[in-house]
């Protein structure tokens, strides 16, 4: 890989609590305009990696880098200032404010106002929330809540874009068009995708890392994986 | 849409306000006009805890340190200075720079809620015990003795440059009534900024906040400092209606009334604890002037019930029922429009069976 491409790397990036080490030296490299599912048991340290990377959780040992730039131990609102989208497990969105007023706060974050209008009108088109404009995103379906918050990642028109469980407790529907809004995502952003639906990845995937126990087992494509003996052991070997 | 709504709520308000302003000192009494003030300086502080509480999330308990402080450094100023003018200015100073320097260390060390809480109050019974230890000749700045519990005098307002000319207590009461008025359309406007947005995003959820990054502490910092420099100026006008400052502001008791007024009047709107800051004290004065009951029985009864009955306070409620009447009236237009096609449908269906 050309080392001008990378827009995201690890190195031997350690997340220790106490005795276990749920993230154990870590090396990972994203490049530009990839998209790469992250899969994994219960367990393995996808999620605890994911906030490493995400400033919500300070590594034990390691750096991450960003574009060459040492990312490690910063806040996540300065990891968000790079241009960096994040979208996390639980859904984190302003439960009291309506779903425009969500989605504006992301896009007046980079742009002056009259500019942060169009956007904001232009990502609940995108993401055919109109119907939903003026409610409080409290009171929305869980998979609305989702499309909020990936619109709020969406307007905020990041270059690197990190998502943890995109597709958790979505309809099959939902799920076919989450998958085809990431796929638009990533003409123009880098993406790591965390995720546990296997059949969720295979929509989008070209490239995927298997954790497990903490460290990276095996990095290829999801149809090697699949096929691949210690991969089923570990985790495929489950649901098989 | 809903940008000019919230305007023309704003508008009339302050409308309200005016007119309250013109008509109170011809049918009131001399001696109410002379305690409204001193009230409005309690309904800038409500105001201050509505900002900071109702639209940061901040629940600051102790907010009337700020207001305390704010009243301590206008009479001491005014005292050495011997005008109102640089002394108000001072008091929002010394209450704002204050609130900055204990705000960094509350926020850019990441104390949560509950301990903001209590070390805002901490602090507040802190000053509360030092000025009651200032009695005595040794305690004084420049001219201005502290007075330990017995407090210290706080000069008139008078006109801005000349010393001499003091404001009548009549004078006072519109200067004060036209400050709450400009204080409340200030907040309404910084509520909708993109400042004031940014902290009521942060009160619903800090993490998306600093996700989507937005630099929370400083935000936070921002709104605390802002509303601690209203506090301050509510504090002169407190102390411009009492003639006096006490220790009395630091209380527990003060500290907790601010409260009570927020819950009462409604957290989330800037007008209701302003209402409900002169309801209440026209309640407890009203009932101060009777031996049978308690007037902090009675306070205390009226927290309960609100946060029982009517846990939003009393603005929001209010907004609710006027948004489920108006939802119903348009529910029922459009009901009776559609029966009025179906009927219209079924005579045209009646006139071709013919």
Redesign the interface.
């Known amino acids: 890989m050309n080392r001008a491409e990378i827009v995201l790397e690890t190195r031997n990036l350690s997340m220790h609590f106490g005795g276990v080490r749920a993230v154990d030296r870590v090396d990972f490299s994203l490049s530009e305009n990839e998209l790469r599912c992250l899969i994994g048991p219960n367990g393995a340290g996808k999620s605890t990696f994911f906030k490493c990377l995400t400033g919500q959780l300070r590594p034990t040992a390691g750096e991450v880098l960003i574009r060459d730039v040492d990312v490690t131990g910063r806040e996540p609102h300065q990891i968000g200032a790079l241009g960096v989208g994040i979208k996390t497990q639980v859904p984190n969105v302003f439960e009291g404010l309506t779903t425009e007023e969500n989605i504006w706060i992301s896009a007046r974050r980079w742009h002056r106002s009259s500019r942060a209008r169009t956007l904001t009108a232009e990502t609940i088109e995108r993401l055919q929330l109109g119907d939903v404009r003026s409610e409080p995103v409290g009171r929305l379906a869980h998979g609305q809540r989702q499309w909020v918050e990936l619109g709020m990642v969406v307007a905020a028109e990041p270059w690197l874009v990190l998502l943890d469980e995109p597709a958790a407790g979505m309809t099959h529907e939902e799920t076919v068009r989450t998958a085809e809004l990431i796929r638009e995502i990533n003409r123009t952003a880098a993406l790591i995708v965390v995720e546990h639906d296997m059949q969720f990845i295979r929509m989008i995937s070209r490239r995927v890392t298997l954790f497990h126990e903490g460290g990276i087992l095996m990095e290829d494509t999801m149809e090697a994986i699949s096929a691949d003996a210690r991969a089923r052991q570990v985790y495929l070997g489950h649901r098989a | 849409m809903?940008l000019s709504r919230d305007f023309r709520g704003t508008l009339i308000v302050a409308f309200c306000g005016l007119a309250f302003t013109l008509v109170a000192p011809e049918v009131l009494e001399f001696f109410t006009i002379i305690t409204l003030s001193q009230v409005i300086g309690l309904a800038i502080l409500a105001l201050s805890l509505a900002l900071v509480w109702g639209f940061g999330g901040i629940l600051c308990f102790g907010q009337t340190a700020f207001f305390g402080l704010g009243a301590y450094a206008y009479a001491v100023t005014a005292t050495n200075i011997g005008g109102s003018t640089g002394a108000i200015l001072m008091a929002i100073l010394v209450a704002a720079a204050f609130a900055a320097i204990l705000g960094y260390f509350i926020f850019y060390g990441r104390v949560s809620d509950v301990y903001l809480a209590i070390i805002t109050l901490t602090v507040a019974l802190i000053l509360y015990s030092l000025t009651r230890r200032t009695s005595g000749p040794e305690y004084k700045i420049g001219n201005a003795l502290l007075g330990g519990f017995n407090g210290t005098a706080a000069p008139p307002l008078n006109l801005p440059g000349d010393a001499g000319t003091v404001l009548f207590p009549e004078d006072t009461f519109y200067v004060a009534m036209i400050v709450l008025i400009l204080a409340y359309v200030f907040c309404c406007w910084l509520v909708r900024t993109?400042f004031g947005?940014?902290c009521?995003?942060i009160?619903?959820?800090e993490?998306?906040?600093?996700?989507?990054?937005?630099?929370?502490r400083l935000y936070k910092l921002g709104i605390f400092t802002i509303g601690a420099a209203l506090a301050g100026l509510g504090g002169v006008f407190f102390c411009v209606g009492v003639s006096r400052v006490t220790p009395d502001v630091f209380s527990l008791s003060q500290a907790a009334v601010a409260i009570i007024w927020v819950i009462v009047g409604g957290r989330g709107t800037l007008i209701g604890p302003i209402l409900a800051t002169f309801a209440l004290h026209y309640l407890t004065a009203s009932l101060g002037s009777q031996a049978l009951l308690n007037a902090n029985l009675v306070l205390g009864i009226v927290l309960i019930v609100f946060v029982l009955l009517v846990p939003k306070g009393v603005v929001p409620s209010i907004i609710d029922l006027a948004d489920i009447r108006r939802q119903r009236r348009v529910a029922r237009s459009r009901e009776r429009r559609l029966r009025l096609r179906r009927t219209r449908n079924g005579s045209e269906s009646a006139g071709v069976a013919e």
């Open positions: 809903r993109h947005r940014v009521i995003a009160r619903e959820n993490t998306r906040a600093e996700l989507l990054a937005y630099d929370i």
